[in-house]
């Protein structure tokens, strides 16, 4: 087994790539881990999908690839730039709500929305906001970060943050953790 053969990627991800490289933007999700994204989106029919940093809309096109018609996706991130590349590639898609603003801001703006899925791919809802971003999750809701293993580009002190987020999801009794020491380090969680 090659876990890195067929994936078979979304039809957007070739331009996407050629925009993102040339925009020197280095903090792109891997492939491995976009492909997991789409395969849990392709279990939650009519749902509602809330990504925590957009970037250039890599992962977004993951997700979307993998979301059925019914359902709908809110993306976030405050860099009008990348953003206007994933709406380039991916605007036209119904199923997307593209959102520049402050994630800590607009994490805190939907409280009391209930979401099926939540990939947080930025500082807000995995290493600020937490418990508000869990809070969010309808009962089977899932929840995926990345980045848990060390990457490259990892700031001063980040690694401390890296291992709290670690122990404070493990430590919740009201969800079913899994830690995968796979692609740059994944964590799984679903509500119970
Ligand atoms: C790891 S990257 C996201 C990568 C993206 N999911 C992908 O698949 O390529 C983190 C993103 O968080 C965004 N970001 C950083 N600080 C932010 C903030 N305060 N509010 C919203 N987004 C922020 C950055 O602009 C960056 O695009």
């Not at 087994?1 to 050629?18: E, F, I, K, R, Y």
């Not at 891997?30 to 009519?46: G, H, I, Q, V, Y």
Request: charged share 20%.
């Amino acid at each position: 087994m090659n876990d890195s053969h067929s994936l078979n990627a979304p039809q957007s991800l070739a331009g996407l790539w050629a925009d993102t490289r040339a925009h020197d933007f280095t903090m792109a999700s891997e492939a491995l881990t976009c492909c997991l994204l789409r395969t849990l989106a392709a279990s939650k029919p009519s749902a509602r999908f809330l990504e925590l940093g957009s970037g250039t809309g890599l992962s977004t096109a993951w997700l979307l690839d993998g979301m059925d018609a019914g359902s709908h996706l809110t993306t976030v991130d405050n860099d009008a730039t990348l953003l206007s590349i994933l709406k380039r590639h991916l605007g036209a898609d119904p199923r997307l709500t593209v959102v520049c603003a402050d994630g800590d801001e607009f994490l805190q703006s939907l409280r009391g929305q209930r979401f099926d899925f939540i990939f947080a791919d930025t500082w807000a809802g995995k290493y600020r906001l937490l418990d508000e971003a869990l809070e969010l999750l309808n009962p089977a809701g899932v929840y995926v970060v990345d980045d848990m293993l060390p990457q490259t580009n990892w700031p001063e002190g980040h690694s401390g943050k890296v291992a709290h987020l670690i122990a404070t999801l493990e430590q919740r009794k009201d969800f079913h953790v899994t830690t995968l020491a796979w692609a740059s380090g994944l964590i799984l969680a679903t509500r119970r």
